[in-house]
């Protein structure tokens, strides 16, 4: 089946909710469907649109509508325990993007003295910086995640249920595999970037609006508690946690946990490959708690019979 949804008919929610009775409090689905399925989701900036020109900084942003995402969907039969598994067919961003960098805001956020703010116009290849510069256009989604197993996180944050992880392995081309925390999963989509550094350091990536395009199946074969991430080239782990230490160990865990689990190798196996072709890599550095992911090969996962 093939769905569009658009800012006509979606709401932008701010956080996800768990309640009683396997539904939102306040964050009701604005459409329940049936799986496997396409899905196009619109999405706005992370600013909804708030920030205009160079000369707009967060002074002109509106706190209640800071991060906005596009959903919830409802997906039928559907249970906790079950996985997720989406294909990111295609991502669209919408030009100019900006950035900005803000006082005590990310990694060198001590030594900045003020707000600057950004606009850059791009097309499908590159992004121009000045007369001399430019980067490549690599979209890719920030924010992609599922209700909580209870309570509730803004979806400013990460975490266990995926949510604000700015992940640059989550474009196009990859599989998005989330754990589900509740009947129905209750999905939602944005924060997209035109561009941005694993990290992303300097408080943002190049911030759009735009669309995305994913084949969304359900996994009743996976057991999985955090999300993972492949690409034609590897497969990862995605941890979030309030130090990234903490977060590195959790990633490194549960991706050997994987291995062990759906291969046919010992957890001891597992750990050399790790040291041997594993990578520990950075996500993001400026959310609430910190993203990390550790990826190992896709060609290891075929030796080792793991089927996905």
């Known amino acids: 089946m093939y769905y569009k ?13 768990y309640g009683e009775h396997s539904c939102f409090k306040e ?12 899905v196009i989701f619109k999405t706005k900036d992370c600013f909804s649109g708030d920030i205009k020109s160079n000369s707009d900084t967060l002074d002109a942003v509106y706190a209640e509508t800071v991060n906005p995402v596009t959903g919830p969907i409802y ?44 606009f850059y116009s791009f097309d499908d290849e590159k992004i121009t910086i000045n007369d001399n510069l430019t980067i490549k256009t690599e979209p ?18 990460p975490g266990d ?24 999963a209750f999905l939602g989509v944005g924060d997209l970037h035109a561009a941005m550094g694993d990290g992303e350091s300097w408080y943002m990536g190049l911030e759009v609006s735009g669309e995305v395009e994913l084949d969304i199946s359900v996994r009743k074969d996976l057991k999985l508690d955090i999300p993972f991430v492949k690409t034609e080239e590897k497969f990862a782990s995605l941890a979030s946690e309030l ?13 050997l946990n994987f291995m062990v689990d759906n291969g046919n190798i010992d957890f001891e196996t597992a750990g050399f490959i ?18 990390v992911r550790m990826s190992i090969p896709t060609y290891v996962l075929e030796q ?4 996905l």
Request: glycine fraction near 10%.
């Open 274 to 291: 790790s040291s041997l072709c594993g990578n520990l890599e950075i996500s993001q550095v400026v959310d609430p708690l910190k993203t």
């Open 5 to 17: 949804y658009n800012n006509k008919y979606l709401k932008y929610i701010r956080r996800w909710i």
């Open 243 to 255: 130090g990234t230490d903490d977060a590195l160990k959790k990633a490194m865990l549960k991706l």
């Open 161 to 184: 249920h995926g949510g604000n992880m700015d992940t640059t392995l989550i474009r196009e081309g990859s599989t998005v595999y989330l754990p589900v925390n509740v009947k129905g």
């Open 140 to 157: 890719m989604i920030g924010v992609i995640g599922v209700a909580p197993a209870e309570g509730e996180v803004e979806t400013l944050s």
């Open 75 to 118: 997906f039928n039969n559907v249970d906790a325990g079950d996985v997720l598994e989406i294909k990111i067919k295609k991502i669209i961003v919408n030009s100019p993007g900006f950035t900005m960098c803000v006082p005590n805001e990310g990694l060198l956020g001590d030594i900045i003295k003020k707000s600057v703010t950004k």
């Open 304 to 307: 080792i019979g793991v089927k």
């Open 27 to 38: 964050n009701k689905p604005v459409a329940k469907i049936d799986l496997p399925s396409t």
